[in-house]
């Protein structure tokens, strides 16, 4: 197993901590614990940006490492998008909006993944045509809907668009 193997599988292996923290973060009442969760995701952002910056510069890009980013981009931004919504989105979003808010989630959620479909069938042999943006591009398109579907999922479920009465 090379080095960017060996990152991959430690970013994935480490996603189960990163997933831990986040579940646990009401009851992390210890600001080291918290702290540690926060600079967790500050060092998978910037492994998720060293992602990038290698397949921009390379030619062809291992199926390997691009599985391993495209999973790791897409329970990071799971991750990033429930913090977002624990930490005041839902609320506002349903201020806005009203309590429908998150049905129209699968309008996004449909659209992204109408553009990633349409940039991975871009790069089938058979298509004459190609599209001009670089191949990796529609699994991480893809992989952003499936967060998006995901997330819909968590705010119903965890009643984050319901309005508060009293």
């Known amino acids: 197993m090379n080095e960017w193997e ?11 901590p ?3 923290f986040h579940l646990l973060r009401d009851s992390l009442s210890s600001g080291v614990i918290r ?26 890009i291992r199926f390997f490492y691009l599985v391993g980013a495209t999973f790791v981009y897409g329970a990071f931004l799971f991750l990033v998008l429930s913090e ?5 989105l839902a609320s506002t979003l349903t ?12 309008y996004v959620y449909l659209l992204l993944g109408a553009c990633g479909l349409a940039l991975s069938i871009s790069r089938l042999d058979i298509v004459s045509e190609k599209l001009a943006f670089p191949e990796y591009i529609g699994p ?14 968590r705010v119903e479920i965890n009643g984050w668009n319901k309005l508060i009465r009293g």
Do not use: C, H, P, Q
């Open 84 to 88: 977002m919504m624990i930490s005041g």
């Open 140 to 153: 991480f398109v893809l992989a952003t809907a499936l967060a998006i579907r995901a997330i819909k999922t």
């Open 95 to 106: 201020r806005w909006r009203g309590e429908v808010w998150v049905k129209e989630l699968d």
């Open 18 to 20: 990163l997933f831990t």
């Open 35 to 60: 702290a540690s969760y926060y600079f967790l995701m500050a060092i998978y952002f910037m492994l998720l940006f060293t992602f990038f910056i290698y397949f921009v510069a390379s030619i062809k």
């Open 6 to 16: 060996k990152g991959i599988v430690f970013a994935i292996g480490n996603l189960a």
